[in-house]
């Protein structure tokens, strides 16, 4: 049972403050503020104002961190007595030690999706600065934290706000702002800040399971890559090592790392091992890795339902006895459904949601139109002030009418609402939902499971609502009922409670797609831009030593063609020779000629090369720059039908230049050179910075797009905002990339996609599109986690300098207000740079150690958001935690996808198998040691031909576990759906049952509720809000008093009166602050 919280605590509890220095600078900081922020004189102004500024002045809100602080400056200014605070604090020690005995067989972390008061007493975190509604009771989402859930009142200060007439100016106070900032921080219960490093999980745990759970699975996940990079490093370290000894082929450390660079490898074994059993080794150490990782999210899955268990087990709430209804028909009455369903047993009270949604978004808009026309009037009375002490006509001032404007629009907008709200009340509320509340658990299971079949016909007959004969006589007519588990009621978003059609449903679907795929379709063009910038400046992979040295390729040998070298002068009829063909083409001409970093087109047959050579040695300077062009165009060089020979002078020139770079010999013929370098750095940069921004637009929206579909409940807006967000973070930084840079033979009419310059995963996708998926993983790992910590110090400094300037209290109050800590975008982060580097970490297994990274990185710098600089967070229940575990077998079905592929690419060295006819065929024996005659069973096939891919044995090895975990999850999936209804019909509807299931109580609920409302009482009793109704919501109370009056209009006579005669429900309900027992 919890203790209440009363006045000697909350004193004793402000006397422990005393040793924070903060509450003695406020002190100081309030007397001299005060002292200069006097009224202004204004006989003009309305009573109205003045009455408020009293009434602010004068109260102090109960068991808030606000009212403690204030309430120790007084002590302070006041000289409270010593001996008076010692006897507090002993009553306090003497009340929690009570709290101790009382509590001591209660183990549960969490009651009701709050910390219970053993968790709060082990946390040195004090809990009174969580985030409540305004009768007590926790805050269940970030958005409702911005809601007005207060009626606006039309007294004597409503009139004076929208009268012409201003307020009395009073100077912002900066301790008021900073009284505001404590009273939403998280901080111990002496006042201070916790240490980073020393607070627990315990500490945590008084945030709710939602925050607990998003630290520990963080932890969790950052050790399982610890461990998985343990094996990864073997397969690093075999990439690196085949890249030191390929020397020839020069790439980016990045590429080092990867699958990719074993193509360039030059020899038949490594470590007196074959290279294709080395291969083999590493696909199935792959494997091995991926099922560690679904072991470790087995685990958390197994632990988050099981957290679900044991709180559904510890408590009794609403949901535990309710189930939802749709279907009903218009003019359903609660004792007609309550007589249909008693039919399973008695049934404790019925509810029908109506659709008073529209009322209450209307409401809210109001109150934040009135709030605004508040601050409008504070900046007046402000700009008046000012101008009034320079002894100017603030009439005449610009700014001063335009602010004048600004709340004419705001009144008008009032005032229309106020007319469309009256309206509305005279509309009939038509019917939403109906919820059937049960005596007994047990009674409400067996009602589930007879709604359960989806087919009427393999329903019961008593599950048909209004029998009556049709009116040809043929058979009877009834509604068709949905009946499923209800949500719980404190968890109902009554603002979107409103009958949708399916027109209206996906209308606000496809608005939101469409808005999506335009940001999507924007992001895509973009990033086409910015790759093909990249393709057209970028490096060209080529084996340069082979290039150079004579009969090393049968290709080419270029100083045959351009005998250049750095020390060439700008008048060397070869070096201008090559300019001249260089210039034609660019990077991106060139990659149909080079082949596993080789230059693959044969330029001997233009041997002796007049064109390049003979043509150019009888020439003057001014006439060889000049040879090549018929009135300013290229003639085609040795060939017009190809640009090969232009793409080999590129190549020779950067090989020679990137040579002499190595050798530290920089000469001038090499600016082309250097210059294009910084032009594909500038590039890259660009490109970058384009997916940087788009994510960052991509993720502000995602929750803009969630709130504009109108889910019906807090959990399914949160879940919604982390899919969208992920969903396109994930189409950002990885499924574009991917569908730009690939050229798939048969969608070459396709816009936009699938038209890149990369048919396979060859070394130069490496080199571009890997290398590009790899900076943009560690840049979101590296910034997804402390963003929001570097944001928070860049608002620091900005208001340091910003503060002194703030005219009104309320734009200083903002400027100090604190970040909402929200963790749907963050699990949406998450999921994307995890399953990033899970599908891709085949090919480049250095992301396993960026995922480890991203984890460690994202817990320290949220905790020390959290602890630090952000609001006490909402109370967030396990179903985003859930959720994200759901999308890790998508990540595992996708990495065994995608390394089947890559380890599967022809320039891999791998073993072959002789045939696909059966599992059991012989494995050729190839145990050449000469690399070539190897590599000569490594022919090119056709991109889509799936048979040659999978005779290769490093890529069958992934196809395996792909098959057999795709299979699984398919019956899984069958089985969790039709199945269910197909085990019903068989007589074994438990089989299929999850073993995750909460016993069923059997305690009554009729007791329970009453239970609750008795203090002190040590019964079972029930948790949380005790119906459905909208009128006992006490976030909902004052914003929608009409729903009794409301309701009463549309059930029977009797039930109205019975209705009307019912006292009113208290303004603050005796629930609203009280935490239920667990179960008995």
């Known amino acids: 049972m919890a203790t209440k919280l009363n006045e000697d605590a909350v004193r004793a509890d402000a006397d422990a403050k005393m040793k924070s220095d903060r509450i003695e600078t406020l002190a100081r900081e309030r007397q001299r503020e005060e002292a200069n922020a006097s009224d202004d004189e204004d006989e003009d102004e309305d009573e109205g104002f003045r009455m408020k500024r009293k009434e602010e002045d004068a109260a102090v809100p109960a068991y808030t961190w606000t009212a403690t602080l204030r309430r120790r400056v007084r002590e302070l200014e006041e000289g409270a007595d010593v001996e008076a605070r010692e006897a507090g604090r002993l009553r306090l020690d003497e009340a929690l030690g009570a709290a101790d005995d009382e509590d001591a067989g209660d183990v549960s972390t969490f009651v009701n999706g709050a910390p219970t008061v053993i968790t709060k007493m082990k946390s040195r975190i004090n809990s009174m600065n969580a985030p409540t509604g305004p009768t007590g009771v926790l805050v ?430 700008e008048t060397d009829l070869g070096l201008i020779s090559n300019v001249n063909f260089r210039k034609q083409v660019e990077s991106s001409d060139c990659n149909p000629f080079i082949e596993s970093a080789m230059w693959s087109y044969d330029m001997t047959q233009y041997s002796p090369y007049y064109e390049a050579v003979g043509a150019y040695s009888s020439l003057s300077v001014s006439s060889a720059n000049a040879y090549g062009y018929s009135g300013g165009v290229w003639n085609g060089g040795m060939d017009a039908s190809t640009k090969a020979d232009e793409c080999a002078a590129k190549i020779c020139y950067d090989c020679m230049c990137e040579s002499a770079i190595r050798s530290g010999r920089v000469t001038t013929i090499c600016k082309d050179y250097f210059y294009d370098q910084l032009l594909i750095f500038g590039f890259e940069v660009g490109r970058l910075s384009v997916v940087a921004l788009t994510s960052m637009l991509l993720l502000w929206t995602s929750g803009k797009f969630a709130l504009f579909e109108r889910h019906k409940t807090v959990s399914a807006t949160e879940r919604t905002t982390s899919r969208f967000a992920f969903f396109t973070l994930i189409t950002n930084a990885l499924i574009l990339p991917l569908l730009v840079n690939i050229e798939i033979k048969g969608f070459s009419g396709f816009p936009i996609l699938f038209r890149g310059s990369y048919e396979d995963v060859t070394l130069d996708w490496y080199a571009l599109v890997m290398r590009s998926l790899m900076i943009t993983t560690f840049i979101n790992a590296s910034w997804f986690g402390p963003s929001r910590l570097v944001q928070m110090w860049l608002t620091q400094l900005w208001r340091y300098w910003t503060a002194r300037w703030c005219t009104t209290q309320y734009n200083l109050n903002r400027l100090y207000q604190r970040p909402k800590f929200t963790l749907a975008e963050r699990y949406g982060q998450c999921m994307t740079v995890i399953f990033t580097a899970i599908v891709l970490f085949a090919a480049a297994p250095v992301l396993v150690p960026v995922a480890a990274f991203y984890c460690f990185l994202a817990y320290w710098s949220d905790k020390t958001m959290i602890l630090r600089h952000s609001r006490y967070p909402s109370l967030y229940d396990h179903k985003l935690a859930r959720q994200f575990m759901s999308y890790a077998p998508l990540a595992c079905l996708a990495h065994f996808a995608f390394s089947s592929w890559a380890f599967s690419q022809w320039d891999i060295p791998s073993y072959f198998l002789t045939g696909l006819d059966g599992w059991a065929e012989e494995i050729y024996d190839q145990r050449d040691s000469d690399f070539w005659t190897v590599r000569a069973n490594m022919t090119k096939y056709e991109q889509l031909d799936f048979k040659e891919r999978f005779y290769r044995v490093n890529g069958l090895i992934q196809l395996i576990p792909l098959m057999a975990y795709f299979i699984y999850l398919l019956i899984k999936a069958f089985f969790s759906s039709v199945g269910n209804t197909a085990l019903y019909l068989l007589g074994c509807k438990g089989l299929g049952a999850s073993e995750w299931k909460a016993d069923v109580q059997f305690s009554n609920f009729s007791e329970a509720r009453d239970n609750m409302l008795k203090d002190g009482d040590h019964e079972t009793s029930l948790s949380g809000l005790p119906s459905y109704r909208v009128q006992d919501n006490p976030e909902y109370t004052a914003l929608f008093p009409e729903a009794k009056q409301v309701h009463g209009a549309f059930i029977s006579h009797d039930d109205a009166e019975r209705a009307t005669d019912a006292p009113a429900p208290a303004s603050t309900p005796k629930w609203a602050n009280r935490v239920a027992s667990p179960r008995k």
């Not at 939802?324 to 309550?338: I, S």
């Not at 007319?419 to 939403?432: A, D, G, Y």
């Not at 490096?539 to 060439?568: H, K, Q, T």
């Open 140 to 569: 269940k989402t970030a958005h409702a934290e911005d809601k007005p859930m207060q009626q606006v009142v039309e007294d004597s200060y409503y009139k004076a706000v929208m009268s012409e007439k201003l307020p009395a100016y009073k100077a912002p106070r900066r301790h008021i702002a900073r009284l505001e900032n404590l009273e939403s921080a998280v901080l111990d219960k002496e006042g201070n800040q916790l240490p980073l490093w020393k607070s627990t999980s315990d500490d945590l745990d008084v945030l709710g399971p939602g925050i607990s759970l998003w630290f520990a699975q963080l932890k969790t996940l950052g050790k399982t890559f610890v461990y998985i990079t343990m094996l990864a490093s073997v397969a690093l370290s075999h990439y690196v090592y085949i890249a030191n000894k390929s020397s020839s082929v020069e790439v980016e450390p990045e590429i080092t790392t990867t699958l990719g660079v074993t193509a360039a490898g030059v020899y038949a074994s490594a470590y007196g091992i074959d290279i294709r059993t080395i291969m083999a080794v590493l696909s199935c150490l792959d494997v091995c890795m991926v099922l560690m990782f679904m072991l470790i999210t087995a685990i958390l899955s197994r632990r988050i339902r099981s957290f679900v268990v044991r709180v559904d087990e510890a408590l009794l709430t609403l949901a535990d006895y309710s189930l939802q209804v749709t279907g009903l028909p218009v003019d359903a009455t609660e004792d007609e459904v309550r007589e249909h369903f008693e039919e399973f047993g008695p049934v404790a009270d019925v509810v029908i949601a109506r659709s008073y949604g529209a009322v209450l978004r209307a409401r809210i808009h109001r109150a934040r139109l009135f709030k605004r026309a508040e601050q409008l009037k504070s900046e007046l009375s402000a700009i008046r002030h000012t101008l009034k002490k320079r002894g100017e006509d603030y009439n005449a001032n610009y700014a001063f009418k335009r602010k004048w404007k600004q709340f004419y629009k705001a009144r008008d907008k009032m005032n229309a609402l106020k007319e469309k709200i009256e309206q509305r009340m005279l509309e009939p509320f038509n019917i939403v939902y109906a919820f059937i509340t049960f005596e007994q658990e047990s009674d409400k299971m067996t009602c589930l499971d007879e709604y359960a079949p989806y087919f009427n016909f393999f329903r019961s007959k008593r599950t048909r609502f209004r029998v009556h004969p049709r009116e040809d006589g043929k058979g009877d007519a009834f509604h068709y009922l949905r009946v499923t588990q209800a949500v719980e009621a404190s968890d109902i978003m009554w603002e979107n409670m409103a009958n949708v059609g399916w027109k209206q449903y996906f209308v606000r679907r496809a608005i939101t797609t469409i808005a999506i795929l335009g940001l999507l379709i924007g992001n895509i063009i973009l990033v086409v831009f910015a790759t093909d910038w990249v393709k057209s400046g970028g490096r060209l992979l080529v084996n340069c030593g082979d290039l150079f040295a004579s009969g090393a390729s049968d290709n080419m040998y270029c100083p045959a063609i351009w005998n250049i070298n750095e020390n060439s002068l």
